[in-house]
Every structure is written in structure tokens, then in C-alpha cells.
């Protein structure tokens, strides 16, 4: 079981910035892809950003030049720097991790509102 603990949301301008934090405990040594899916209300949950302990990224086109992920393995942590937020950014992010990019369920935390007012 790996538990997942987001922080770092809230409630920013457009154009503003924030940076998201997620750390792994718990079984996590199976653990390589970790990363950041989001939801808005009333749409699907959708990959923002995800990296492994490879240092391979993969990210949204719409947030490619605006966040960038990182991870500090030793940490078990995983970040997401958001720059030039937008409105469409607002959602609940996930922080999600899996023995590979895309491996579904995989492990969840609870979640993080980020809400862009314009």
C-alpha cells in the first residue's frame, strides 16, 4: 500500500504561479512513474504531467511550457512548479503513482484544489 499527500493549492490570478508537492510512503519501492492528473467539474480526469525515476517526462500539450514536474527520489516527492496559471487550469490535481507511466489504478491522493480566477 502506498499512501499518497498532496500539498500546495489554492487560490491564485491568472498569471500567477504555484507549486504543488506529492510524497510517497509507505510500499513504494515498486513505484517508478509518479505524477499529476487534474479534474475539472464536469469533465474527465486527464494526465497533466508525469515523470520516472528515469528522469522520462511526459506532460499535457496545454500545460507544456507553463508547469514543469520534478521528483526527488530520495524523497519520495514529486513536484509540479505551475507558472502563468490560466483559468481552464483550474481543477482538483491528483498526484498518482504506478509501477509505469499510465498504470491504472495505481495509487491516488485525496487531492488539491487549485482554483485560477481571472
Known amino acids: 500500500q502506498v499512501q499518497l499527500v498532496e500539498s500546495g493549492g489554492g487560490l491564485v490570478q491568472a498569471g500567477g504561479s504555484l507549486r504543488l508537492s506529492c510524497a510517497a510512503s509507505g510500499s513504494s519501492a515498486s513505484i517508478n512513474a509518479m505524477g499529476w492528473y487534474r479534474q475539472a467539474p464536469g469533465k474527465q480526469r486527464e494526465m497533466v504531467a508525469v515523470i520516472t525515476v528515469s528522469g522520462y517526462e511526459k506532460s499535457a500539450d496545454s500545460v507544456q511550457g507553463r508547469f514543469t514536474i520534478s521528483r526527488d527520489i530520495a524523497e519520495n516527492t514529486v513536484y509540479l512548479q505551475m507558472n502563468s496559471l490560466k483559468p481552464e487550469d483550474t481543477a482538483v490535481y491528483y498526484c498518482?503513482?504506478?509501477?509505469?507511466?499510465?498504470?491504472?489504478?495505481?495509487?491516488w491522493g485525496r487531492g488539491t484544489q487549485v482554483t485560477v480566477s481571472s
Open positions: 498518482h503513482a504506478g509501477r509505469w507511466i499510465g498504470d491504472l489504478p495505481g495509487n
